[in-house]
């Protein structure tokens, strides 16, 4: 039987980072938080050139496992649609080991001009997640509009946070270590840890993003705001 987020109140939360594509890259945030916080972990998502939607899926269920802590997992792009589909697909008893997941830019398959390779994502998945989450968007991001950002968020019951200019939050839109986004990781952390029922429950939701930095290099905006 899977490990509920309730059991270990005493235990840290764990922080699984699914990266995006080509995230290999030298600058990229979330692999300098996996460099300089103990609580950071990566997942493996391989290096397929078209990724596999079951394949990445598998993945993040595997790093799941045997774990006796809460986790807070973080996706950005097509690790955020991992997430999703993953929460689709896998038995709610899997997901009572997640306290919590930030989407980050997790892009649009259906959209006219996406990236082909997302492709094997679609469509997304429809059902509201069993776990807290929040979607984050960027003002200027190429592959993903706040508005169905926002939507996406409506749709799987979780909260929204729109940044500024970020592009699609990657190395080549000048984040750099992104401190920003380690600060809405905290912050989330703190929401989300046993103990903070008010969070937990589905009513409170929006109140994930009330207080978390909306900025990135660009100007700000505000939050649950399509």
Do not use: K
């Not at 938080?33 to 899926?57: E, K």
């Not at 697909?89 to 997302?118: K, N, Q």
């Not at 970020?166 to 920003?180: I, K, N, R, S, V």
């Amino acid at each position: 039987m899977a490990t509920t987020r309730f059991e270990h109140p005493s235990a840290a939360p764990l922080t699984l980072l699914l990266p995006d594509l080509d995230g290999g890259e030298r600058g990229y945030w979330l692999r300098h938080w996996v460099d300089t916080r103990i609580d950071c972990r990566l997942v493996d998502l391989g290096q397929a050139r078209v990724p596999d939607r079951n394949s990445l899926v598998t993945r993040l269920d595997h790093a799941l496992r045997g774990l006796d802590a809460p986790v807070i997992l973080v996706g950005h792009g097509v690790g955020a649609l991992t997430i999703a589909a993953w929460a689709g697909l896998i038995s709610s008893e899997s997901e009572a080991a997640v306290a919590g997941a930030l989407l980050i830019a997790p892009g649009d398959p259906a959209a006219a001009d996406a990236d082909p390779r997302l492709s094997d994502f679609a469509p997304l998945p429809s059902a509201i997640f069993s776990f807290p989450a929040l979607v984050v968007a960027s003002d200027d991001d190429p592959s993903l509009s706040p508005d169905r950002a926002f939507s996406l968020a409506r749709q799987w019951g979780a909260g929204f946070a729109r940044f500024g200019a970020c592009g699609h939050f990657a190395p080549a839109d000048g984040l750099g270590w992104w401190p920003e986004g380690e600060e809405l990781l905290d912050r989330f952390i703190d929401l989300v840890e046993p103990g903070h029922a008010q969070v937990q429950a589905r009513g409170g939701l929006d109140q994930l993003g009330q207080g978390l930095p909306p900025h990135g290099r660009g100007s700000s905006s505000s939050l649950f705001r399509p």
